[in-house]
């Protein structure tokens, strides 16, 4: 970016003189008459034109420029991060986090609010676009994924009824978590990750308690933990 910008000021720079030694060799000899000079302001004002005409292709040029350096193509996947929504996606945690692209943005009626938004999915999220926000930390929001796929488990699933709250005095109350806002526990790992994280701007609340599920990718069964935005999986085996 600062390559393209340092360009760019010198095209600017070249071009602000060139029109100025035009201007002032036009200024001066547009009131001769003879056949000499009248050459001479005809090649001023072809230069002069000359710089109009490299102004105006710099100016048309200048936004292909900064859209270029604002997104960024995954040949994985076979689409394009742009904009705001590729400032979160590296802001926030990037590959490791939301995995690859699935979708380019486009306009979706979000479910929870009937509302349409601009949104792109990738592999483990759902990025939302929200102008109502715009220029503070709540621009970008993540998908209600978690209510939008277990709506049935919320109203069914005992795991997902509200629970009691939970706490084991040989453990630090530090360590375990109750939201009286959904009614679940949050502890242990998954607390220690929900804090380090992002916690509930990012995540959400938890919409379950800690259970075992089988992974649909997979097919092995994990500790697992739903929120409002994520699910979180335990896996002992990536341990340290």
């Known amino acids: 970016m600062v390559g393209k910008l340092a360009l ?10 060139t029109f100025l030694i035009a201007y002032q060799s036009l200024k001066k000899g547009k009131y001769r008459v003879s056949r000499r000079r009248m050459n001479k302001v005809s090649g001023r004002s072809a230069l002069l034109l000359s ?22 193509y995954f040949p994985q996947t076979g689409h394009t991060v742009s904009g705001k929504f590729l400032s979160y996606w590296n802001d926030k ?11 380019e943005a486009q306009n979706e009626i979000d479910p929870e609010t009937g509302k349409t938004y601009q949104t792109q999915w990738f592999e483990r999220n759902r990025f939302e676009l929200h102008p109502e926000n715009a220029g503070s930390k709540f621009e970008v929001l ?17 795991d997902f ?4 709250a939970f706490s084991d005095p040989a453990v ?4 375990q978590w109750y939201f009286e806002e959904t009614g679940h526990n949050l502890r242990f790992r998954f607390l220690e990750y929900w804090l380090a ?10 919409l379950s308690e800690e259970y075992r599920e089988v992974d649909p990718e997979t097919g092995q069964v994990f500790l697992v933990q739903w929120f409002e935005r994520a699910r979180f999986e335990f896996h002992p085996e990536n341990g340290g």
Not at 172 to 175: A, H, L, Q, V
């Open 172 to 175: 630090p109350k530090n360590s």
């Open 93 to 103: 945690g990037g590959l490791p986090t939301f995995g690859y692209p699935i979708t």
């Open 161 to 164: 009824q509200r629970a009691l």
């Open 8 to 17: 760019e000021v010198a095209l600017l720079s070249i071009l602000v003189a």
């Open 51 to 72: 710089g109009f005409m490299l102004a105006s292709l710099w100016l048309n040029n200048l936004p292909g420029l900064y859209a270029a350096e604002n997104s960024r």
């Open 197 to 206: 994280n992002g916690g509930l701007e990012r995540f959400g609340y938890p």
């Open 142 to 158: 993540l998908g209600l994924l978690g209510k939008d796929l277990k709506r049935e488990a919320l109203k069914l699933d005992p």
